[in-house]
């Protein structure tokens, strides 16, 4: 499934536009623990967290992640959008908590 | 502070040098992102790629996070990769306990920013083959991380 699919079934938030949406999403990750990210995301994954830090970013770009979902609605900083749109890494935004996201994203995925 | 095993074979090699400022967050992602570059260009497995670029993350996080200033340094030959943090800072009291998972020393500040998991060093102890950690309390500390590489027989 790609990217803009996965967005338009589960009706999340764009905040970097086109970025990624032709990319395909294999796996995701939860965690707010960047040594646990780092240590643990597969390539090519969705990572959500509610970490809204430029080094996110540093974390992404590493591993490879498709796009960062934010839940919550929770505010970024404008700088961090304009970077991650430069760093071709997508932010997507939702109002649910993590915990409803994983799961969706979880059951979108294994249904392909 | 000497280094631990200085690179004194005269063989082929690439070496990646970074200067690591204090609370310099960003420099670890970029440096790892770098070094990770170079060596997919070089051919290596997806895993060692992998594992090299999560002991330069973390190293140079620690170095980030604890000490005033370090540099770090990639040492690529064709047999193995090495991974050197020098830093100047206030050091390790107690390297055994530092090597213990969850066990941290960083602020409130920078755990909140989801660092200082007290992942770091159990992180670079797991993803490479050989681990040094020399310090001194108030001076520095030098960690020297070896990566092995498969031959290219290996890789099949």
Same mark, same amino acid.
């Given at each position: ?52 830090? &430029?080094? /996110? @970013? ?7 992640? %498709?796009?960062?979902? +934010?839940?919550?609605? *929770? ?13 071709? &890494?997508? /932010? @997507? ?7 409803? %996201?994983?799961?969706? +994203?979880?059951?979108? *995925?294994?249904?392909? | ?156």
């Amino acid at each position: 499934m790609t990217l803009g699919e996965l967005v338009n079934l589960l009706d999340f938030e764009t905040l970097t536009g086109e970025v990624n949406l032709d990319k395909e999403v294999k796996s995701g990750y939860v965690s707010d623990l960047l040594s646990d990210v780092i240590a643990n995301i597969d390539e090519g994954s969705v990572w959500i967290t509610i970490q809204r830090h &430029i080094n /996110i @970013l540093g974390v992404a770009k590493l591993k490879d992640i %498709i796009a960062i979902v +934010i839940p919550r609605k *929770l505010e970024l900083e404008q700088e961090v959008i304009e970077r991650a749109k430069s760093e071709k &890494i997508a /932010i @997507l935004r939702d109002f649910r908590p993590a915990f409803e %996201i994983s799961g969706l +994203i979880f059951n979108a *995925l294994k249904r392909g | 502070m000497n280094r631990i095993n200085e690179e004194a074979e005269n063989k082929p090699q690439l070496k990646l040098e970074f200067e690591i400022k204090e609370k310099d967050f960003n420099v670890a992602g970029e440096a790892a992102s770098k070094v990770k570059k170079t060596l997919q260009q070089l051919g290596l497995t997806p895993e060692a790629v992998r594992n090299i670029a999560i002991v330069i993350y973390e190293a140079v996080m620690n170095v980030v996070i604890h000490a005033t200033c370090g540099q770090l340094k990639v040492i690529i030959i064709p047999e193995r990769v090495t991974v050197l943090t020098e830093d100047k800072g206030i050091g390790i009291s107690n390297i055994e306990l530092a090597m213990k998972e969850g066990y941290s020393t960083a602020t409130h500040e920078i755990r909140e920013m989801g660092f200082g998991a007290g992942m770091g060093l159990p992180n670079i102890k797991q993803c490479s083959h050989k681990l040094n950690i020399k310090s001194q309390v108030g001076v520095g500390t030098v960690l020297e991380a070896i990566i092995y590489l498969p031959s290219k027989d290996e890789k099949g």
